[in-house]
């Protein structure tokens, strides 16, 4: 869900490469879960249906650039102190821009006086929000309802702090291990709930945590049969593995009736490392670039603010009484463009200088 449009300390094109087929494709997933979250807006209310998966390529994708990034670090020095505040510049400064978009249309809802009753809740959840953390059950109905994508960078922050402290220092074989196990445990959550399409709420935290284990462990491990050059060569590349992103995502909800959860379990476990996999050994063409590489800045920038950018969206279409069947032609755009304004005007910025003043000190 993160990209590394800038690089981090420590790393330099010398020392470390920048697979642009994976930051195209995180940034093909983000505009597929944006649709998502807005199918019902079209005829028939099915889009990208199965558009949730994305999120478990965006844990397995995690997994492989934390661990390619990071890894010999960690284990020549770096500390868990600057592993956490490197990843801190890296995240939060979206997650707060996010949650104050989500922040100011709630407060907005709360002052009709039909809703002033939530102003409370709205205030308590506000500091959670900017944090990424779950808000208390007694504030909302959901444990991430300001922005709720942020539930996944709530989970993967969990995990790269695991990774530092623990996951990095696992042999290959410990590793292989328990990304089996994750895996397992990954077949019971999809079976129990039908699909891995699991909601947030506050009683399926924990169910959360554990449906990022084994995309990103598996991430992680790719990276490593990666490094020693153990990975099978597979056909594909970017293409490719946009074009079977998209078909998987675009599945009906119902295309496997009883077995979606078989369906989702086959698509975490064998086509997303797939997917990566063959991205790892195949760059785009040079005459893609353009378009590509945007793809990669565009990806976090957009998952983290679509959601809220939502809200207002809806607000200005009603009050314009726009047709409910330009609303998604009309808001994909602007969102789109939204992104790219906040990545450029904001993100970037505010993470060059936090790494000068903050981490360049570490």
Request: with cysteine.
């Amino acid at each position: 869900m993160n990209g590394n449009t800038v690089p981090e300390p420590g790393m330099t094109a010398t020392t470390k490469r920048h697979f642009v087929s994976l930051d195209g494709l995180r940034g093909v997933a983000a505009l597929c879960v944006m649709l998502f979250h807005r199918r019902w807006w079209v005829a028939g209310g099915h889009l990208m249906d199965h558009g949730y998966l994305a999120v478990d390529f965006f844990f397995m994708l995690s997994g492989f650039v934390i661990a390619y990034a990071y890894e010999n670090k960690l284990r020549s020095g770096m500390t868990f102190g600057r592993f956490a505040l490197i990843r801190a510049i890296r995240l939060y400064p979206l997650i707060v821009v996010g949650a104050a978009l989500g922040s100011a249309y709630f407060l907005l809802h709360a002052a009709i006086p039909a809703h002033r009753s939530e102003l409370g809740g709205v205030l308590v959840s506000i500091p959670f929000a900017m944090l990424a953390l779950p808000t208390l059950p007694q504030a909302m109905a959901e444990p991430f309802a300001i922005n709720r994508p942020t539930w996944s960078l709530f989970v993967e922050i969990l995990l790269n702090l695991a990774y530092a402290l623990v996951i990095v220092r696992l042999s290959r074989s410990l590793l292989a291990a328990l990304t089996a196990l994750g895996f397992a445990a990954l077949a019971v959550l999809a079976f129990a709930y039908g699909d891995l399409g699991i909601s947030g709420t506050f009683d399926r935290l924990g169910v959360l945590l554990v449906r990022g284990c084994f995309p990103f462990l598996a991430g992680v491990l790719i990276c490593r049969m990666f490094a020693r050059g153990a990975l099978p060569r597979l056909p594909g590349g970017f293409a490719a593995g946009a074009l079977l992103l998209v078909i998987l995502f675009m599945l009906p909800r119902d295309f496997a009736g009883g077995l979606a959860w078989l369906l989702d379990l086959l698509a975490v476990g064998l086509l997303c490392p797939a997917v990566i996999i063959s991205c790892c050994e195949h760059e785009p063409p040079r005459w893609s670039l353009g378009f590509v590489k945007p793809l990669g800045e565009l990806s976090y920038p957009l998952y983290i603010i679509h959601y809220p950018a939502y809200y207002w969206f809806e607000i200005a279409a009603v009050r314009f009484h726009l047709p409910p069947a330009l609303w998604l032609p009309i808001a994909v755009p602007l969102i789109v463009a939204l992104a790219f304004a906040i990545s450029r005007a904001i993100d970037i910025p505010v993470r060059r200088a936090l790494n000068r003043r903050l981490a360049g000190r570490a």
